[in-house]
């Protein structure tokens, strides 16, 4: 089979199968590996694909209400690190990579190396956060310092800087800020490190302190990202700024934040608050529904 058949077999993807769009791209790298890799042959990149479209998703966002609630049913490091991405927009990675020497106490600042896009950039350290951030340090010094004890005490780095710095692995501002709590073996070097928290532990730990919370919303930690650049712009916050916190690439990935600021759908008021308004007061007090049930039959009749 050449490029035509490839090119039906991914567009009967999209088309028969109703696959979603990274499915459909995810099945084309395959083939294409598969192709140039295994078989030895070149069949392009298939232009003639028929594309599964990929939809338009708008973020879930929080109240301050709803995230001071969901903070509230969650204690120790699970409270730590979402405050820090909901106070700073950390991406949940970015957040369990941190290490000690990321925290800038003197200039209250957080850098982030190597972010999305490959990209580092400066973030706010909260004021509020700095005793448990400290706190936080202390206990990955103590970590270190029982790791050293029983003959151990090297943390993940990058072979190339462990090859330039062969002592770096050993020393504290090297270590996450946030570690894991067992040692595990490194697959490619097959030495016992110390590696950063899983991010599935975070993961839980949200998901339960919603439920918790009684928030019937979606939320993930990605989504204290989507509130913490939400609530700067209903602050006032001027955009430009938001992005560059963000860390985005380009200012329209920001605006999809914009919907708080009364430029979008929430802009407008429905006809039936504005039907409800007049009738309300015009008519003696009696239960909402019994008056909108009336003013639906008579709008009815007319």
Same mark, same amino acid.
């Given at each position: ?26 099945a084309l790298c395959s083939l294409l590996f598969l192709?140039? $890799? ?95 951030? $400290?706190? $936080? ?36 501002k090297w270590w996450y800020l946030f570690p894991a ?31 918790r919370a009684g928030i019937t919303k979606r939320a ?83």
């Amino acid at each position: 089979m050449g490029p035509p058949e490839v090119e039906a077999f991914l567009s009967h993807l999209a088309t028969q199968r109703g696959v979603s769009a990274s499915t459909q791209n995810q099945a084309l790298c395959s083939l294409l590996f598969l192709y140039k $890799q295994v078989l030895g042959v070149d069949i392009g990149w298939m232009d003639g694909v028929t594309r599964a479209k990929r939809p338009e998703r708008v973020p879930v966002v929080l109240t301050r209400q709803e995230v001071a609630l969901v903070l509230g049913q969650m204690q120790g490091r699970d409270w730590l690190m979402a405050s820090l991405m909901y106070g700073t927009g950390l991406r949940l990675m970015e957040c369990v990579q941190l290490r000690v020497q990321d925290i800038d106490f003197g200039y209250r600042q957080i850098t982030v190396h190597n972010g999305k896009g490959a990209k580092d950039r400066f973030l706010p350290l909260p004021e509020a956060l700095i005793p448990g951030v $400290q706190e $936080q340090v202390r206990a990955s010094e103590r970590l270190l310092a029982g790791d050293l004890s029983a003959g151990f005490g090297e943390v993940s780095m990058p072979e190339s800087l462990v090859r330039k710095y062969p002592r770096a692995p050993f020393e504290l501002k090297w270590w996450y800020l946030f570690p894991a709590s067992d040692r595990s073996v490194d697959p490619i070097t097959g030495r016992v490190k110390r590696h950063h928290i899983d991010p599935s532990v975070v993961q839980k730990a949200m998901r339960s302190a919603v439920r918790r919370a009684g928030i019937t919303k979606r939320a993930t930690p990605h989504t204290l990202r989507h509130c913490f650049a939400t609530h700067l712009l209903e602050a006032g916050y001027d955009i430009r700024t938001v992005q560059e916190l963000m860390g985005h690439r380009d200012v329209t990935a920001t605006q999809i934040y914009t919907h708080v600021l009364q430029r979008g759908g929430s802009a407008v008021r429905s006809p039936v608050d504005a039907l409800l308004g007049i009738a309300l007061a015009r008519a003696p007090p009696q239960p909402t529904s019994i008056q909108f049930a009336r003013l639906t039959a008579s709008c009815a009749g007319s």
